[in-house]
């Protein structure tokens, strides 16, 4: 089975969250299932950088529209994956985010930058290609690479299959309707039936429309997505293509994603010797200027710092959280306006409350190792990587009932199965509650070592997802 895998990001390279973690790791896990898994990803400058020995195989020309002819090049990642890094300088090469420019805007010719991207995928996946090897499968991922889906539909001749992951339903990918022109789409891809969705071009909905099957990064996500309260209008579309519809919950990268041997930390630790949580704590303590207390629980936050995430919510009942008492850090970034609130709340709180703005990966490890609790109240998480890190780490989470949360998260009532806390109305409120009782939970040494060890000893790895997408793969 040939597949492959086009993404916009690929860990460690090039990430700005969960999407560049799954491109990293599930390609090497299907082809431990016996899948020839590919992976196509625009050559950013760090991937140039990293690959710099990476071999021209093939320039693909006739893509329509205002198409260039790019670059392909051949390089095997260090875990024997074979990449194609799709190069265009003028697309490509640019500093920092894939999507963002300098002001923290979206590139204006992102439409181009991606849909090259998804028009080279269907290319390899169809007659066209000049390639030895062709896919069976082509396997889109999120909005950057959803219209290969709609390029295989109209393409003549004999073609791949499309598969189209959905790992978050907010971000469309939305364009005005010269860009059907300059994307070289068909007239007839102007329709409720193609790509056009309230007047705008949307490569999410073009993927959504046209993939031969679609999936999401979590059962419950692929619930949700279908009523109009979480669709975000696309509801409709998924309830009709629900026969076609399925969700798969996503693993971690248990090499990376493992206590006793993460170079990132002040001290190894596991399920049967956890004492060095403790020392973790008291080192991350010192480093972010925290007052050095192993008497209090410690609550700890890697986010985007938007509502999405509920960092809101949690900024509302921060206050009273850190009377319960508790001592909390946070590390990430988002709205203006959260930063600004987060940065305060700390500048008020110094000593209880430690807050770091922008992404520090080393930084990212020693809190999921350091805290005593992780808080995740998301609003909706189509999946979440966060809570499973902090599973595996010991570090029993606080999230809301959505999405994969409440696939990967069991409330610690249940007295055999436990190994968080979690909530249900999107509230300040109902979060301050379950930090109570996550706080009164963790005084009780005995119980707060069963929860620990439920979430370590759960698989958290790649192996059933693959086994699940390799199936997948077979009944296309």
């Known amino acids: 089975m040939k597949v492959l895998f086009v993404i916009s990001e690929l860990a460690p390279w090039v990430k700005t969250g969960g999407l560049g973690e799954v491109g990293g790791a599930l390609p090497a896990a299907l082809r431990a299932h016996g899948v020839d898994a590919r992976v196509l990803v625009p050559a950013y400058p760090a991937l140039l950088e990293h690959f710099p020995g990476a071999e021209e195989i093939a ?10 002819i790019p670059t392909l090049r051949q390089a095997l990642s260090p875990d024997g994956t074979p990449l194609l890094l799709l190069d265009y300088p003028h697309y490509f090469h640019r500093p920092g985010n894939p999507y963002l420019g300098p002001e923290g805007r979206d ?24 390639l030895d090897w062709r896919p069976d499968i082509v396997h889109c991922n999120d909005w ?42 068909p007239d007839e891809a102007w329709h409720i039936d193609g790509v056009e969705y309230y007047g705008y071009l949307s490569f999410l909905k073009g993927g959504l429309q046209h993939a031969d099957a679609i999936n999401t990064v979590s059962p419950s996500y692929a619930r949700e997505i279908q009523t109009e309260a979480e669709g975000m209008g696309m509801a409709g579309l998924l309830r009709h293509r629900g026969e076609r519809l ?28 956890l004492d060095g949580k403790a020392t973790n704590k008291a080192e991350l303590q010192t480093q972010l200027g925290l007052k050095q207390r192993g008497d209090i629980p410690l609550l700890g936050v890697v986010s985007r710092l938007t509502e999405q995430k509920g960092l809101d919510l949690l900024l509302e009942a921060a206050p009273q959280a850190l009377e319960l008492p508790a001592q909390l850090v946070v590390l990430g970034s988002g709205t203006p306006e959260l930063q600004q609130a987060w940065t305060a709340l700390a500048r008020k709180h110094r000593g209880q409350c430690a807050v770091t703005i922008g992404f520090d990966e080393a930084l990212a490890h020693r809190i999921e190792a350091a805290a005593d609790i992780f808080v995740m109240p998301s ?38 199965h436990g190994n968080g806390f979690v909530f249900v109305p999107a509230t300040a409120d109902a979060l301050l509650q379950a930090l109570h009782r996550a706080t009164t939970a963790w005084r009780h040494p005995k119980r707060w070592r069963q929860l620990q060890k439920n979430g370590m000893e759960r698989d958290s790895s790649w192996e059933e997802a693959a086994r699940q997408y390799a199936d997948l793969y077979q009944r296309l």
Do not use: M
Request: with cysteine; hydrophobic share 40%.
């Open 144 to 185: 950057q690479t959803g219209l290969a889906a709609s390029y295989l539909h109209y393409l003549p001749g004999q073609r791949a299959k499309s598969l189209f992951t959905l790992h978050n339903l907010a971000f469309q990918g939305l364009f005005d309707h010269a860009s059907l022109f300059e994307l070289g789409l």
């Open 246 to 273: 399925c969700g798969i919950l996503n693993g971690i990268d248990t090499r990376i994603w493992n206590p006793a041997t993460d170079h990132h930390l002040y001290r190894s630790y596991s399920a049967h010797r």
């Open 107 to 130: 590139w204006l010719d992102n439409h181009l930058r991606f849909g090259l991207l998804s028009r080279v995928a269907a290319w390899l996946g169809s007659e066209a290609s000049t």
């Open 59 to 68: 320039q693909p020309r006739g893509l329509g529209g205002l198409f260039p």
């Open 379 to 416: 609003r909706f998480e189509p999946c979440g990587l966060n809570q499973l890190y902090s599973l595996r780490y010991g570090t029993p989470p606080v999230v809301r009932a959505t999405g994969g949360l409440a696939d990967t998260v069991i409330d610690a009532a249940d007295a055999t």
